[in-house]
């Protein structure tokens, strides 16, 4: 599958939302926190301990 093909596939499935209100920012840090520890295990010990609000501070 070409990229062309691929993005045309992405847009049929997927919106592209701006995350500009407290609510879409706290989502997006709540689902970034658990790919990051949960998924991947790139955050442990404190950094991970510390919730999906410590990946705020972290940026």
């Known amino acids: 599958m070409s990229t062309s093909q691929l993005s045309d596939h992405f847009h049929n499935y997927f919106e592209i939302i701006p995350a500009r209100t407290p609510d879409l920012l706290e989502r997006i840090f709540r ?3 658990d790919v990051y520890c949960r998924e ?3 955050l442990e010990g ?3 301990a510390g919730g999906w609000n410590m990946m ?3 940026l």
């Open 31 to 33: 689902i970034r926190h």
């Open 40 to 42: 991947f295990g790139y």
């Open 46 to 48: 404190e950094a991970c």
């Open 56 to 58: 705020i501070m972290m």
